[in-house]
């Protein structure tokens, strides 16, 4: 039997990586999209920013409805731009990053890592989840690429082993693999799996 989900998001990058993701890997699913003004707060972590944004989605969407927040993280910068990353890429864009790494040259200080919070809410259940997922790598020295979106063209994942392109060098496809938001969305899975007792 069909069943619809809505990822409730304006960014259709991140849209089209998660039908691609979760129409392969759960049976009948449909991904649609809810477009819509989400507002958001200014809080200390991906989970609470997703939490409180999924509340104005619920109010314009009696369905099966997830939300995402995600960021980028650089340790050496004590986690900036992390819960602000929308701002940063607005304001300061792939190019500030590099800027603000120029000193650091080595890699284990240009170590830096993605992270999604998926918050998903199912009428039936009548309660929110959270999945978050990460993936690890590093700052590029400069930009690379041209697929995705948001930050990818300076972010070097350590996976597949060896891997040299940053993410808007790969593919939907390849990213889908390894990315912090696949790795939220397995999760989100198991659970729609678990919840309405399909075949995993
Ligand atoms: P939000 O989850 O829509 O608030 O987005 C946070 C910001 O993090 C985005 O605007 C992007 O700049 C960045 N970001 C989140 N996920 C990704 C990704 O998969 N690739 C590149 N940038 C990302």
């Known amino acids: 039997m069909p069943f619809e989900i809505f990822f409730a998001t304006g960014n259709k990058n991140k849209f089209d990586e ?3 993701y979760l129409e392969r890997n759960i049976r009948g699913l449909i991904l649609k999209q809810l477009t819509g003004d989400f507002p958001e707060i200014q809080a200390g972590t991906l989970e609470e920013v997703a939490r409180f944004k999924i509340l104005a989605a619920t109010k314009q969407c009696t369905g099966n409805i997830f ?3 995600a960021g980028l993280f650089i340790p050496v910068l ?3 731009p ?3 990353s929308s701002q940063v890429k607005k304001m300061l864009d792939c190019k500030g990053i590099l800027k603000l790494m120029e000193e650091y040259k080595s890699l284990d200080k240009r170590e830096a890592y993605f992270e999604a919070c998926d918050c998903l809410f199912m009428p039936a259940s009548n309660e929110f989840k959270t999945f978050s997922g990460r993936i690890d790598g590093t700052i590029a020295f400069e930009e690379r690429g041209k697929n995705g979106f948001g930050f990818d063209p300076i972010f ?3 996976e597949p082993r060896g891997n ?3 993410f808007a060098e790969m593919t939907n496809e390849d990213k889908i693999q390894i990315s912090h938001r696949s790795r939220a969305l397995q999760k989100l899975k198991d659970f729609i799996v678990q919840q309405r007792k399909l075949p995993a």
């Open 164 to 166: 040299k392109k940053t």
């Open 67 to 69: 939300m995402e927040d």
């Open 18 to 20: 998660a039908k691609l």
């Open 156 to 158: 070097v994942a350590n």
């Open 78 to 80: 004590n986690g900036f």
């Open 82 to 84: 992390g819960v602000y």
